[in-house]
């Protein structure tokens, strides 16, 4: 007969290969646990953080309450498990029935026994686990998750904070066309802000500003969706966009351009998007960000935060304190932040 244990406390699902910046953030930004050296506890490998366990990517922090964090949460968890439990079950169909009885939208993630976490998906209502093709619209709701730690046990949560499967979004890949991989960080942003703003994606006639353009990933994506774009950077883009009538280049610090002059290039009284994937300190590039927002002549901002060495996160809390921001890790992110901003 199937069980439910309550666990206290909250589970992180760290981006993948990114464990170490998760717990890195936890103790940086949270002050949250001590890192120990792994252990092997009943056949389970593990780190130990604290009173904490890893499954896989998934990080269970029992004593981590975000109350007392002012509801916070850490960046480089792609999904937050915020009342996780145990369910022992003795079948898949089990398993399945008492997930279903909980809420409809359940998505796995998987370290061990794929398989039958295969057939507890097939199962239950159907959610689309596929790659998609840019671009794409999200249901801004939440996602349950559960991961199999044995045959007969789960840990899951109904009540999570993204509404990705798994906390993840992965496009299917263009190998021919686009001029860098860089391209799919702008399809994630623009994604995530369609679903967090409400917002339509860039479109036929909208003004765009890329500072640090080239090779062109970004313009190509915003160029793909009908938008005009003023590219600059110190190196020209790819020779197709550079062709492009819709394209304007020019060879300059973007981040002297004074938002007056992007404007009258651009013959708007604001421009429609503003972004940045430029490889500059973080200092610099608030004070880029805040420039425009006194200007009051950029409607959406989407911006790349590069981290230089171990996170500033006094400074991190800076772009964070931005109204109407939304701070995220994206899943085509490394070691960076993005900023959306919508004003």
Known sequence: MAKIEQLRGTAFL???????????????????????????????????FGDSRWYGDLLYCPDFNPKYFDGE????????????????????????????????????????LFR????????????????????????NSPIGIYTLLDEKTLIASA???SPLPAGAIQFAEDHTNPPSRAYLKIQESLTLYHTLFGLDFPKEGDKCFEAGACPGGWTWVLRQLGADVL?????????????????????????????????????CDKIDWLLSDVICYPERLLEWIKAWRESGRAKNIICTIKMQGAVNWPLISEFAKIPNSKIVHLNYNKHELTILIHN
Request: glycine letters at 4%; charged letters at 20%.
């Open 73 to 112: 949460l850490p960046y480089w968890a792609r999904s937050v498990l915020a009342e996780p439990f145990l369910l022992h079950f003795d079948s898949i169909g089990e398993a399945a029935s008492e997930l279903k009885n909980i809420q409809r939208n359940w998505a796995p993630y998987q370290y061990q």
């Open 14 to 48: 760290a981006f993948p290969d990114m464990k170490n910046l998760l717990t890195a953030e936890l103790a940086g930004r949270f002050g949250y646990g001590q890192i120990v050296e792994s252990a092997t506890i009943e056949g389970m490998s593990f780190s130990h």
């Open 116 to 139: 039958r976490a295969s057939l507890i998906q097939d199962k239950l209502p159907y959610i689309n686990l596929k790659v998609r093709s840019f671009p794409v619209n999200i249901p």
């Open 159 to 161: 009540l999570t904070n």
């Open 231 to 267: 590219a600059v950077d110190r190196a020209e883009l790819a020779p197709s966009l550079m062709a492009d009538e819709h394209v304007k280049f020019m060879a300059h610090d973007a981040f002297t351009l004074k938002p007056e002059e992007v404007c009258g290039i651009l013959e």
